[in-house]
């Protein structure tokens, strides 16, 4: 072809081809969305102290804790749909998270399920967050971190034709319980981490309830009728409209501000 300049082709790891599905599938969840700024302010001063002290504490694993906490007050919020009237609200908060990683040169986020959320200290997510980061990768079953998955089914996943690849993510999307095994019901993605981008980035996500943590930006906030400088979190929610309306999701959202504005956990044994 005349014109076109130089130019390369890469080949990108198999695990692109389960994302480019779930972006297909995802596209078809009925979600709302919200844009939210919360005041971390004094959480992220507590939460730097903290780290001072050794203590084994992120913003990160503070985050997922305060998530599970409302979702284990608001549990139909992470709810499933089956059938046309009937919702699976699971008792275990499971939340997924990326975690990226360097396969074939490139650097890759992988899926990573932190189960039972609801039931751990926000040290034991810390802990179980560094353990993910840290597990060697050898092969394309290992692209799912965590748990172990059949080489075998993998690799026919990724040789599969698009059409029924999506079939497959159609029958995973559409049984809560296939759902909870394989992704667990929440997704936490702190894209934030990648750069500084200021503003709200908006996912598609295959889950009931998704947040993207965007970038901390400082700016004038009013504490007390008075103007200060105060750090703001920008947060994108994705709630599924098909099994929670719009008023009990708000009331949900509204709690996950308080949560996090009030700093909750970082002063108690929950550590």
Known sequence: MKNVGSFRVDTFPS????????????????????????????????IGEKKKLSEKISFNSWMIKCVSQVIAEFPQIHGIRKG???????????ISIMIEREIEGEK???PYVIRKTNEKSISEIYNEIRNAQAQQIKDEGD???GERKNNILMKVYYSMPGFIRRLVWHNITHNP???KQSMGTVIISSVGMMGNVKGWVVP?????ICFALSTIER???????RIEIREYLYITALVDHDVI??????????????LVETGYGLTETMI
């Open 108 to 110: 890759v986020p992988l």
């Open 219 to 225: 700016k004038p906030g009013v504490v007390d009728d």
């Open 245 to 258: 309306d719009g008023a009990p999701a708000v009331r949900a959202l509204s709690r996950l501000t308080e």
């Open 177 to 179: 319980f296939l759902t």
């Open 15 to 46: 695990s692109r081809i389960a994302t480019i599905d779930i972006g297909s599938t995802g596209l078809k969840k009925h979600h709302i969305k919200a844009l939210i700024e919360l005041d971390v302010t004094e959480a992220r001063k507590t």
């Open 204 to 208: 598609v996500s295959v889950h009931p």
């Open 143 to 145: 692209y799912i971190l």
């Open 84 to 94: 046309r009237t009937k919702v699976v609200i699971f008792d275990d908060v499971d």
